[in-house]
């Protein structure tokens, strides 16, 4: 009986110091000064680890760089497992019988999805395209794929369009198929969720060239590699996105329709699925959007279609060329993305009442049929399937012609401000010289502790171990100098694209005309794949880091405004009325209110900029930038895939760290949609 | 319900088509070739276009006589040198038209796989080599000796090469031993690497535009001399046996590039039963001048591929009747 | 713990037409414990213990704790609590949408527990149906499709279930809104689908889980004449659940008070208010205006002789407010009659005795 008696009295004693040590996010007042002893009890322990490990550390393997000895050479194995690969591709089982049949089945799919969009021809897909995105997503939305349809014929671009459209739709139902059965595991099995999280969360964070080489290991050059590898990219979101859908369903009315006596399946068709409709959307629109930029990108192991064609261009130099192949790819994204999140908005309206009966229901979609068919045949009989050739509009030349006047005029000696050469130069010359040498200089295991501290400050043991295991990885990988490198570089464009976006951020946050302003310039940027970005600014800033970074900044740009303006808007007016009845100044609200409360959404901005900007600085390979992104690069070209390998995985590895060291509590979607 | 089974009857239906196109025996995906190919019954040829100027003028010519004289369709696929190997033996590509030399893919895919045959002299010859623009030269002639470089280092310094010297490389994808050259010979100078040609050929013509030295790794056949004339470093003679040492352990190169005459090769089955196509291609043979003349054309008057072609075509009669099978 | 646990079947005075029936629920023993090993603490020491020192000692909760009960065929049996009270746990426990921890639990004398997965199907599907606090109405069909959805889960063609599912719609007022969706109507008339889609399936009870709490209370009101004219009606059994004292005066034939997951009090509204079993009931109660729940059998004293035949004839069912009224009309006492008997009188004592609060004793003194 004396142990009754005692525990409650114990009870009380234990649980202030209980509930002093877990974080809490409620009170912002006491929870500055519990972090602040909660960080110095974190810094504690980390100097007694330092203070251990650091002489021993040093003792043994004194050098800026990584030590030799730490090192595991992987290019041997990994070179003989590609010989291997190459050797048994037309003989082995596991060829013959399973990767044979997924890559035959793609080609049959593509090639099947082209034949129909190349029947159909010009007239046709255009009628079928815009009919749907009428039927789905409204007028509107029809005008814009009516026009971004004609504009890829006048380019010139009909063909490719359609071999990148036949590509994107074989790529994108099974990404979304993938993707769905993932999320629809991870939805209904929390250990499947609890297993699948981790991953999604890391594949989220990887650029998308770190997908490349392992695909093309296996499937070689050509679509199937190029489709596998935009699956591998598009999938997670799906995955993640129904899964979060499933689980976030109203639990009340998973209780009712358990309690009308649903079987398992009734209840998972009727009810959980209907309820997720507007996450499996979002997901849908998500992994198009993914698979587009992916598309570019596949070109690099033989996707074919536009992205071949931006390649090519990008390869000679030709801005006009590339922008007549990149214009159609932008123009794709846009109409799929309006089309698929306007269909998203409309779910949750009931059908229109009004309206002939005609244009509701399944007459409508018969209508739709017939009028594409109608269309498809006139557009037969008038002429050709592919655009009519005489119907093109040349822009390379006056594109071309601008962008020599720009290079021209900007390019140097522009008053006062310097031209854009002397930006580039400077930029190398004051931010990333000195900040790479200071990356290299630095003791490895002094960028290890960094890494620990940073990521413990900011996280749990858990992150920090993850992240210091990625960046021990590295060194082990023996790539740990042109990680620094691309570190210093991902760092310097991060700096310069949170300080632009922070500004203007808070400006749009508190000029609403700005912000209309801005909504559809940030709109189109979003929707841009990555690869489009280095085209315009080769020509501006040569070769080179400066260039990787200025692309980079201008795509990481757009996700930070956004994130920044809606962190800054959704702050508590309460607490914003009550610092202006106080007498605050304008200034003092944003600073003592304003940006400490959008504080988990300026987290998130910096998360999500080292992210974009890592992507953008790693395809900067193509434009000089070197290091890592020059590396994979360097392995798909020569086909060494050890180099390409080992590069990649310290891409990831890299990734991953930077991910945990800024990881805010919590983590929405890429692109913010 | 009644929807959702005959939606899962769809399915599984659909699954089933899959397979039986696929096959349920063994798919061989060496043997599998791109899906845009031969679409709507045409005849049609896939080429391989790497990335430099030369190739393009190459693979235009062709495509353009294939589809005007021959009546084929042609895909082209911009692979780079080293993959549009395997992308050929695995049919993906019909033929490239111009090879720098890769004798350890030549050894894999044309002496042991059998899956590629050489397709005869494209009729140019290509070589290799370090070049500084003719302004530069003639006012400091010395610099045409590799053993004075490290001299002007300081010269060739960029914001990139750091304290070093600047040696301007191209695109990862091409033949190059400058890394060995730099440290056998012990010059003081930073391989930058632009990336691609394109990027590289912008950097030397704002280089030239400035009238501002730089050392660069370039190649002949190429248009670009027309508009900035260079002159080549020379670099410790080429010798077989150095080739040799170099082909065992690519670290020990310190000697310069060999002049390769430029080869053509072809898929095997292609070069069976590929027709008319496929004799063209083996046929297919012209002259640096040939070549220049085209690239010229598309690289600095901004003509399209198919438009110089078509000029090229227009003038020259004489030489390409006789491709023609 | 001072629980009470009333006799199981205590004299139900208000439902005498169906007694001979069975029970349509018959609860016995049962446990609901949430937490590690939860299936041991049932009959252990351990069940002994009070709330908090359970979850102390063993990190468990126990929702539900011993709780036996019998619902009639056709009465309203209100289960009352605060929130916390282990209430909506057991209502959830009659159809196994929780799964009881231990204990027995017959439908019409079926043992519910030993159900296979089919059974519990039919059972959920044709003989209970529940309406929920939050609605649980399905937000991508509209209101037609919601109040058929049962019917639609055990099959029935669409024709037949929209019929059906008009008729139903009509019932509970309804009418005209049947394309709209759920988010496009109040609160209450999302509730009525609620209710709607129950009474489709025509069960043999409906379950409500605090099905008005979240309405205001106007609304409240007119959803509970909605219920109690929809009981009159049709006589269906209804198990209703409710943290509101009035509202489960106003509706429950009996009401059983629960508190930690126990039993505090079973009884009629009367028996609830009139003899409180412990003071946590008392303090509960003490706010109910006493003459309009209680009767004039409660506060009816033996007649004397001479009142044997005089004065105004009550029935013994009726309030003492009216009786109030009754007696201050005459003047003089009056007298209670059932079916020509007389069985007291009440007099102005008796009557301020009771609003007073002071008959109780007076009750348990006679």
């Known amino acids: 009986m004396s142990a009754t008696t005692t525990r409650p009295s114990t009870d009380p004693a234990t649980e202030p110091a209980a509930g002093g040590t877990a974080p809490d996010e409620t009170r912002p007042s006491p929870l500055s000064a519990v972090v602040r002893s909660r960080a110095a009890r974190k810094l504690a322990v980390l100097v007694v680890i330092a203070a251990v490990l650091v002489p021993l550390a040093h003792a043994k393997w004194a050098s800026g760089s990584w030590p030799g000895a730490l090192t595991v050479d992987v290019s041997e194995p990994l070179g003989k497992a590609s010989d291997w690969i190459i050797d048994n591709r037309d003989s082995h089982w596991i060829f013959l019988y399973f990767f044979g049949h997924i890559s035959n089945a793609v080609i049959i799919c593509v090639r099947v999805v082209y034949v129909v969009l190349l029947t159909l021809g010009w007239a046709g897909v255009t009628a079928a395209s815009t009919l749907l995105a009428w039927r789905v997503a409204g007028v509107r939305v029809a005008v814009t794929t009516l026009v971004s349809f004609a504009v890829c014929g006048l380019l010139g671009m009909w063909v490719p369009t359609m ?25 209904l099995s929390e250990r499947a969720f609890r297993a699948l999280r981790p991953i999604l ?50 639990a009340g009315v998973l209780e009712a329709v358990a309690s009308l006596g649903a079987t398992w399946r009734q209840r998972l068709l009727s009810a959980r699925l209907p309820l997720a409709r507007k996450e499996l959307l979002l997901g849908v629109n998500q992994t198009i959007m993914m698979a587009l930029s992916m598309a570019v990108i596949a070109s690099v192991i033989g996707g074919g279609g536009l992205g071949d064609r931006v390649y090519q261009a990008l390869s000679s130099v030709d801005v006009g060329k590339a922008l007549a192949a990149g214009l159609p790819i932008v123009l794709l994204a846009v109409v799929m993305d309006r089309t698929t999140a306007s269909a998203g908005e409309r779910l949750g309206e009931p059908p229109a009442e009004d309206g002939h009966r005609l244009l509701r229901g399944w007459p409508a979609w018969a209508g739709v049929g017939v009028i594409t068919v109608v269309v498809a045949l006139i557009g037969r009989l008038a002429g050709s399937q592919t655009w009519p050739t005489g119907w093109a509009i040349p822009i390379e030349e006056p594109v071309n012609q601008f962008k020599d006047w720009m290079v021209d005029h900007l390019y140097t000696g522009v008053p006062v401000v310097g031209g854009t050469a002397e930006w580039a130069s400077d930029y190398v010359k004051w931010i990333l010289d000195p900040l790479r040498e200071g990356l290299q200089g630095l003791p490895w295991y002094a960028v290890l502790l960094i890494v620990a501290t940073l990521a413990w400050l900011i996280g749990t043991w858990a992150t920090a171990l993850t992240a210091t295991a990625a960046m021990a990885a590295i060194g082990v990988l023996g790539v740990w100098e042109p990680s620094m490198d691309t570190l210093s570089q991902v760092l310097a464009a991060v700096f310069v694209t949170l300080v632009l976006g922070f500004a203007i951020g808070i400006a749009a946050a508190r000029s609403t005309r700005l912000e209309r302003l801005l909504r559809p310039v940030l709109d189109v940027c979003q929707t841009m794949p990555q690869f489009v970005y280095l085209i315009p600014v080769v020509a501006l800033f040569g070769v ?91 392995g798909l070209a020569q086909g060494d895939l050890a180099t390409g390998l080992v590069a990649g995985a310290a891409i990831v590895c890299l990734g991953l760290m930077l991910d945990r060291v800024t990881q805010p509590t919590s983590r929405r979607d890429r692109k913010g949609a | 319900m009644a929807r959702t089974r005959t939606q899962l009857l769809m399915a599984a239906a659909g699954v089933t088509a899959v397979f039986t196109a696929t096959g349920c025996g063994a798919a061989d995906m060496t043997k599998q070739s791109s899906p845009y190919a031969n679409v709507g019954g045409a005849k049609s040829v896939t080429l391989s276009v790497q990335s430099w100027v030369g190739a393009q003028s190459n693979v235009a010519v062709a495509q353009y006589l294939l589809e005007h004289e021959l009546g084929y369709r042609v895909d082209t696929v911009q692979v780079d040198e080293v993959p549009a190997w395997d992308a050929l033996s695995q049919d993906r590509v019909d033929a490239i038209l111009e090879d720098w030399g890769h004798p350890d893919q030549e050894q894999r895919y044309v002496k042991d796989k059998k899956t590629i045959v050489p397709g005869g002299g494209l009729g140019v010859t290509g070589h290799i080599g370090w070049w500084v623009p003719k302004y530069f030269a003639d006012a400091h002639p010395d610099v045409l000796d590799w053993k004075n470089l490290n001299k002007y280092a300081k010269t060739f310094k960029t914001a990139e090469s750091g304290g070093k010297g600047q040696l301007l490389d191209g695109s990862p994808s091409y033949v190059t031993n400058d890394k060995a050259l730099v440290k056998n010979l012990k010059l003081n100078y930073q391989i930058v690497f632009a990336g691609s040609e394109a990027a590289q050929i912008t950097q030397m013509k704002q280089f030239a ?45 310190d000697c310069a590039y060999p002049t390769t005459p430029l080869q053509k090769y072809l898929n095997a089955d292609f070069a069976k039963k590929g027709g008319k196509a496929a004799a063209f291609l083996k046929k297919f043979h012209w002259t640096k001048k040939d070549q220049n003349e085209v690239s010229e054309l598309i690289a600095s008057k901004g003509m399209s591929a198919q438009d110089a072609a078509k000029k090229w075509v227009e003038a020259h009669p004489d030489v390409w009747k006789k491709w023609l099978p | 713990m001072a629980t009470t646990v009333v006799p199981e079947t205590p004299d139900t005075p208000r439902i005498p037409e169906s007694g001979e029936r069975a029970p349509v629920f018959s609860v016995r023993d049962l446990w609901k414990v949430f937490g590690p090993k939860a299936d041991r603490i049932p009959g252990s020491a351990e069940a002994e213990l009070s709330a908090g020192e359970l979850r102390a000692r063993t990190g468990c909760t126990a929702a539900v704790r011993e709780v036996s009960f019998d619902v009639q065929p056709g009465e309203v049996f209100v289960v009352m609590g605060l929130s916390g009270s282990g209430k909506s746990t057991l209502v959830r426990c009659l159809t196994r949408l929780i799964e009881p921890t231990s204990g027995t639990l017959k439908i019409d004398g079926e043992d519910v527990l030993a159900m296979d997965k089919a059974r519990l199907r039919d059972l959920r599907r044709h003989r209970a149906a529940m309406v929920f606090q939050h609605f649980g109405l399905l937000p991508h069909r509209s209101v037609l499709d919601n109040v058929a959805y049962g019917l639609e889960i055990q099959g029935v063609g669409k024709a037949e279930r929209r019929a059906k599912a008009a008729e139903v719609v009509e019932k509970v007022g309804l009418t005209g809104l049947e394309r709209r969706r759920p988010g496009q109507l109040s609160g209450g008339q999302q509730q009525r689908v609620g209710l709607a889609r129950a009474l489709a399936v025509d069960p043999e009870v409906l379950l409500f889980d605090e099905p008005f709490s979240a309405l205001d209370p106007l609304i409240r009101r007119d959803m509970q004449e909605e219920v109690i004219r929809l009981h009159h009606e049709e006589g269906r059994t209804m198990v209703f659940i409710t943290h509101d004292l009035s509202e489960a005066l106003r509706l429950g034939d009996r009401i059983m008070l629960m508190r930690d997951g126990g039993i505090v009090q079973l009884g009629t509204p009367e028996e609830i208010v009139g003899s409180p079993a412990d003071d946590y009931v008392r303090d509960f109660v003490r706010d109910v205006p006493r003459e309009q ?41 009056a007298r209670v009659v059932d079916g020509g008997r007389c069985l007291g009188v009440v007099d102005h004592a008796c009557l301020l005795s009771v609003v007073a609060g002071l008959d109780g004793k007076e009750v348990a003194a006679a």
Not at chain 1, 164 to 185: D, E, K, P
């Open chain 1, 544 to 634: 080179g880091r400066a260039p990787a970074a200025a692309a980079a900044i201008v795509y990481a740009l757009p996700a930070v405004i956004r994130i920044t303006t809606q962190g800054l808007r959704n702050v508590d007016p309460a607490a914003l009325e009550s610092a202006r009845s106080l007498g605050a100044t304008q200034g003092q609200q944003l600073r003592q209110v304003q940006l400490p409360l959008a504080r988990p959404a300026l987290l998130l901005a910096v998360n999500q900029g080292v992210v974009l900007v890592l992507a953008v600085v790693i395809i900067g390979g193509l434009v000089g930038s070197g290091a890592l992104g020059y590396d994979v690069v360097f």
């Open chain 2, 209 to 253: 535009k400035a009238k501002k030295p730089f050392l660069s790794y370039w190649y002949e056949p190429q248009w670009l001399f027309n508009q900035v004339p260079m002159v080549e470093v020379k670099l410790p003679k080429y010798t077989d046996k150095c080739a040799e040492e170099g082909a065992k352990d690519p670290d020990s190169f």
């Open chain 3, 293 to 333: 729940v209680l009767t004039v059998r409660r506060a009816m004293r033996p007649a004397t002789s001479d009142e044997q035949d005089g004065g105004p004839a009550l029935a013994p069912g009726t309030t003492v407010a009216d009786a109030i009224e009754a007696v201050a009309r005459t003047g003089g006492p």
């Open chain 1, 201 to 250: 969360d890391t594949m989220q964070v990887l650029p998308a060239f770190a997908y490349l080489l392992p695909v093309v290991l296996i499937f070689g050059i050509g679509v199937p590699g190029a489709v596998l590898a935009t699956v591998i990219y598009a999938a997670p979101p799906m995955a993640r996105l129904t899964a979060l859908g499933l689980r976030g369903a109203d």
């Open chain 1, 163 to 187: 071999q990148t459209l036949a590509l994107m739709a074989v790529a994108v139902t099974a990404s979304v198929v993938i993707g769905g059965l993932l999320g629809l595991a991870g939805g």
